[in-house]
């Protein structure tokens, strides 16, 4: 922000959510149109396809190959998302089960985006502000979980942002920790998460941010309409119910300790008790004050859930129906930009050149094929000849 310095655009309310909107579109445009005019680019077969194709009697490239597709090098495309979630599992074959799944979601009423809103503005209205202190606080977050080991040494960590439709962005954190510092006890997670309300006596601030931003709810019976209501149940099956010790739950995530005090607090109207408070890192939710949930991850099983919910690609939703016949044209292109859906946080991150995800240690891509079966990249003016008779083709990295 600078001072002294007029600038109506950012001040435009609503207008400059969709002026943000409508300027990353039109970058992702270009970049889609880069890869629809250069598909020669990525134009690409089996080898033992091409002998095949030879012997039938075809000559030119331009009739063979996978058409219209988007490259793996297009961020947030299918292949692109794929890629990612193989590069995530192979870090857990590498490393085990990841320890601890956290999520930690923008506040708006932080106090570096209060401070440069004017007294017209609304923080929705300024995705620019939302992005660069979200991004500040995800930096931090890195800081704190692989230089300051707040959970100790760090095997391997991946986070990803994603994006409401309508919200702030939030982003999801898995870490798998090294042998010596595993989570295997109960004794070890009540060190690191915690589903009570503290004392509002002892620990007062605390107590306000696990009341502000930790409640679940009120849902169930309490209130039926609520958002996280699925045939009337919560989807998140709250209210918890209680438990006077944590213990190793039978399926993915353990039985938090959550202790029948009788005392309750009032939110959105109804008075919640403990079996309503998300799980929470008191340090973190201290620091960062914004709602954090810190889950421990205590069984194979959940690796496979984190990972599809992280990559499972962008909001989108489009059907279209068509006679069943082999030579329809699929346009990857097409069918990826007819059904996008952009919200002014993520086009101002996306602007910013931001990362959608990370990933630590990196993961390497070897190829790996049989015998005559590896893939060929070939423009469409080349002939088959030329493009089997080229010494370098029988040259990959396996070989």
Request: hydrophobic content about 35%; glycine content about 4%; proline content about 6%.
């Amino acid at each position: 922000m600078r001072d002294n310095e007029e600038n109506g655009v950012l001040h435009s309310g609503r207008l400059f959510q969709q002026y943000s909107v409508d300027e990353f579109i039109k970058v992702e445009t270009q970049r889609l149109d880069f890869a629809s005019f250069n598909q020669d680019l990525f134009r690409i077969d089996v080898l033992q396809g091409l002998l095949d194709i030879l012997r039938l009697g075809k000559r030119e490239a331009s009739k063979i190959g996978k058409q219209n597709f988007l490259p793996t090098s297009f961020t947030g495309g299918p292949r692109d998302m794929r890629q990612r979630y193989m590069d995530a599992i192979a870090l857990v074959q590498h490393f085990g089960k990841p320890d601890i799944f956290l999520t930690i979601t923008c506040n708006p009423s932080w106090p570096e985006i209060k401070e440069h809103l004017l007294p017209t503005d609304e923080t929705q209205n300024r995705p620019d502000l939302i992005s660069r202190v979200f991004r500040a606080k995800v930096e931090e977050m890195k800081t704190d979980i692989l230089k300051r080991s707040i959970f100790g040494k760090v095997a391997a960590f991946m986070y990803s942002i994603e994006f409401q439709k309508r919200g702030l962005p939030h982003a999801h954190f898995l870490v798998i920790l090294t042998d010596d510092y595993k989570l295997l006890t109960p004794e070890a997670y009540d060190k690191f998460v915690c589903a009570e309300l503290p004392d509002p006596d002892t620990y007062s601030y605390l107590h306000k941010l696990v009341v502000k931003h930790m409640m679940h709810g009120p849902c169930g019976h309490l209130n039926p309409t609520n958002l996280c209501m699925k045939r009337n149940e919560c989807k998140f099956k709250y209210p918890k119910s209680f438990a006077d010790e944590t213990t190793k739950g039978k399926n993915s995530y353990p039985i938090y300790r959550r202790r029948n005090t009788g005392k309750s607090v009032k939110v959105r109207k109804q008075f919640l008790d403990n079996s309503w408070v998300v799980p929470y890192n008191p340090y973190l939710l201290c620091k960062y004050n914004c709602h954090i949930n810190v889950e421990v991850c205590s069984d194979i099983k959940v690796v496979k859930y984190i990972y599809k919910y992280i990559y499972k690609g962008h909001d989108k939703i489009s059907f279209g129906l068509h006679e069943d016949n082999a030579n329809i044209q699929i346009n990857e292109i097409k069918e990826y930009q007819s059904a996008r859906w952009v919200s002014p946080p993520e086009a101002m991150w996306r602007l910013f050149a931001f990362p959608i995800s990370e990933m630590t240690p990196s993961v390497y891509h070897l190829p790996l094929h049989l015998d005559g079966l590896q893939f060929v990249s070939f423009k469409k003016t080349n002939t088959i000849d030329s493009i089997v008779k080229n010494p370098m083709i029988k040259k990959t990295m396996l070989t």
